[in-house]
């Protein structure tokens, strides 16, 4: 056949993605705000714990997540004082005086297992007020 080539293959099979754009160019900056009133909150999921973060053992089965979820709508450029502000509404143990947050992201690598990462301490965020 004229013009056709057999696509590369990965090893395992899986042929490559074409090449050329693999999506939209990584930033440099900051990214420009959301524009909150023409554009969808997302739902974020929010577990929390006192005395530290969740196991990345309790996140590994679909379904079977720890049970002390907040589910929070807000959007991709909400700072972590707005995050903490929404969860102290909900969540009776972070709002006493001597509280301290703290924020990590639980989600699945590339090969599907989790991850926890912590991405503020709580004396940064006690101390922000």
């Known amino acids: 056949m004229a013009g056709y080539a057999e696509p590369a293959k990965r090893q395992g099979g899986r042929p ?8 939209p160019p990584l ?10 009133e023409k554009t969808c909150p ?4 929010v577990f929390t714990k006192i005395g530290g973060h969740h196991s990345k053992e309790e996140f590994q089965i679909r379904g079977k997540e720890p049970k002390d979820e907040v589910q929070i709508y ?8 707005e995050l903490t502000d929404l969860v102290k509404e909900v969540a009776p143990a972070a709002r006493r005086r ?17 991850v926890v990462r912590e991405v503020s301490s709580p004396l940064s965020l006690f101390l922000s007020r």
């Open 16 to 23: 490559l993605p074409p090449p050329g754009n693999r999506g």
């Open 27 to 36: 930033s440099k900056g900051p990214l420009p705000p959301v524009d909150r």
């Open 42 to 45: 997302l739902l974020l999921r």
């Open 74 to 81: 807000t959007w991709m450029d909400a700072t972590l004082r």
């Open 98 to 114: 001597d509280a301290l947050l703290s924020f990590a992201f639980a989600y699945p690598d590339r090969n599907g297992r989790f």
